[in-house]
């Protein structure tokens, strides 16, 4: 399998993670990780800044697909198949149907930056 393949693969995994997130069936130790791998990809912070050669994409060449594996292999395989059937649903032409998504990990953000500045003010 290609690197491509594999990175198009990470693509349609992470909304199948988020869906697992919110799945009732879903162990608690394994919404805990997918909590963690949909924030850490969504997250404009790295462990490791992209600016650094080399070392800057190996955290997200490594450490995202390893979460989204762990993921994977916490939660049940019906579970799992079902949420990425869902996933497949709320990408349509390769945009996301549901953008709103994207709304509290906007606020939780938003938050921090909040923090942050009143910390420093």
């Known amino acids: 399998m290609s690197l491509k393949q594999?990175?198009?693969?990470?693509?349609s995994a992470l909304p199948a993670v988020f869906l697992a997130l919110k799945d009732k069936e879903t162990p608690?130790?394994?919404?805990?990780?997918?909590?963690?791998?949909?924030?850490?990809?969504l997250s404009p912070i790295d462990l490791v800044?992209?600016?650094?050669?080399?070392?800057?994409?190996?955290?997200?060449i490594i450490l995202l697909p390893a979460l989204v594996a762990l993921t994977v292999k916490l939660i049940s395989p019906t579970v799992?198949?079902?949420?990425?059937?869902?996933?497949?649903k709320m990408w349509a032409n390769g945009k996301p149907?549901?953008?709103?998504?994207?709304?509290?990990?906007?606020?939780?953000?938003l938050m921090l930056l909040c923090l942050?500045?009143?910390?420093?003010?």
């Open 6 to 11: 594999k990175a198009k693969e990470l693509k």
């Open 49 to 60: 800044p992209d600016f650094i050669p080399v070392l800057g994409y190996l955290d997200d």
């Open 28 to 41: 608690w130790y394994a919404k805990m990780i997918a909590a963690v791998t949909v924030c850490y990809a």
């Open 80 to 88: 799992w198949e079902r949420c990425l059937a869902d996933s497949k």
């Open 97 to 109: 149907t549901k953008w709103y998504c994207a709304i509290p990990i906007a606020l939780i953000w």
């Open 116 to 121: 942050v500045l009143k910390l420093i003010f």
